[in-house]
């Protein structure tokens, strides 16, 4: 049984949180706006850290006619494939990523893509959560393919 899923996030517009870190209210209020929209089957926001600003920045897919709270902004996302695997949100994602790029290696159809970020999203309904007592954190690590 493989463990490791490929997705594809099509090219689209994105709501940004900006460049922020936890604790400094930036990413709470992205938190606090989009988790009022309607969830879905399966989540819109995506987070990725930003190395060269030295922090994190969310994402939330964008619709026509979306209300975006000043301080956001709209931006382009490439989309692309990804190559996706769970694990408990908070806990060290190394064993995880190692799964992933494992997979990649194995497959050998697909390369890991330098030229885009590591996002991850939690696809953990709050009813589920709170059974569970976790979110689980999908991690999604972008690929190409090799022809």
Request: hydrophobic share 35%; charged share 25%.
């Amino acid at each position: 049984m493989e463990y490791v899923r490929v997705l594809e996030i099509p090219p689209c517009k994105m709501v940004s949180s900006q460049c922020g870190m936890f604790g400094d209210g930036k990413l709470e209020a992205f938190d606090e706006w989009f988790s009022t929209l309607e969830r879905g089957i399966y989540p819109k926001d995506f987070l990725w850290q930003d190395n060269e600003r030295g922090g994190f920045v969310w994402y939330y897919v964008h619709s026509e006619g979306m209300q975006v709270p000043e301080g956001f902004e709209v931006v382009d996302f490439p989309g692309g494939l990804y190559a996706v695997a769970s694990e408990i949100d908070g806990q060290d994602s190394t064993d995880t990523i190692t799964a992933i790029k494992q997979f990649i290696k194995e497959k050998g159809c697909f390369a890991e893509d330098d030229s885009r970020v590591y996002l991850g999203t939690i696809p953990t309904p709050p009813t589920a959560a709170k059974a569970m007592g976790y979110n689980q954190m999908d991690y999604f690590v972008p690929i190409k393919r090799v022809d």
